[in-house]
């Protein structure tokens, strides 16, 4: 089964500094793999994804995640923190035909 | 842009009921998912639904549960005889499906989630 780890319950920067939300894989076969993030009380919506291709994958609000084959890495980054990107952040891959693993999440906490 | 919904957005169950959650998925999607996330918990994987019947599901999705599309917009989650261990979010997601010539149709897209449903068994 394929499987998704991120090491870090909590991630703390400063608004206007860069973050880094850290996730690595582990796949048989082509690796499939998200981020999703989750706010209060709300579902989960979709940032990004890697299939194929170009290893610096860009997503929605400024994010982007970089695939690392030979690290089976898959870490969430953006340049500059926002106060409002203090969320929940999922990793996944998908693991199956349809079914998506998720990591156990890493919150996100911009200090202003 | 279009959105996955659920209702209700939060229900109150007795212990032994049953209780059916609602999902309007996006409308041109063809694959249906169902999850659910345990107070404090990852988000667990319960089952995918495609062409009217179940693609995969985990070893959460006993008996007791049971998934259907009953007309061509809602998507329902059934547990038959809730537990207190199924106090839960429970969310609904979609995604298009994407065919792949010579293989069977398939899809990779992102799946869409609504904003779940609370569900509390007392």
């Known amino acids: 089964a394929q499987s998704v780890a991120q090491p870090e319950d909590q991630v703390n920067v400063a608004e206007g500094n860069p973050l880094t939300v850290k996730c690595t894989y582990s796949?048989?076969?082509?690796?499939?793999l998200f981020w999703y993030v989750q706010y209060p009380n709300r579902g989960l919506q979709f940032l990004l994804k890697y299939i194929t291709g170009d290893n610096l994958v860009k997503g929605s609000y400024g994010f982007e995640a970089e695939f690392n084959k030979s690290q089976t890495s898959f870490h969430l980054k953006k340049p500059s923190a926002l106060v409002s990107d203090s969320a929940l952040y999922f990793c996944?891959?998908?693991?199956?035909?349809?079914?998506?693993?998720f990591g156990t999440g890493t919150k996100l906490q911009v200090i202003p | 842009e279009p959105e996955v919904t659920q209702t209700p957005s939060h229900q109150v169950t007795q212990m032994g009921q049953e209780v059916i959650l609602r999902c309007v998925p996006i409308s041109n999607h063809l694959y249906f998912y169902w999850y659910r996330q345990i107070l404090g918990q990852k988000v667990e994987f319960l089952v995918s639904?495609?062409?009217?019947?179940?693609?995969?599901k985990s070893e959460i999705f006993d008996d007791q549960f049971s998934v259907e599309r009953p007309d061509g917009s809602n998507f329902t989650l059934k547990i038959r005889s809730t537990k207190l261990e199924d106090s839960a979010m429970y969310f609904c997601a979609s995604s298009e499906a994407r065919s792949f010539p010579g293989t069977n149709l398939y899809s990779n897209q992102p799946q869409h989630f609504g904003d779940g449903t609370r569900l509390s068994i007392l």
């Open positions: 796949v048989s076969g082509n690796p499939y």
């Open positions: 996944a891959v998908r693991d199956g035909y349809q079914k998506v693993t």
């Open positions: 639904f495609y062409n009217n019947e179940i693609s995969e």
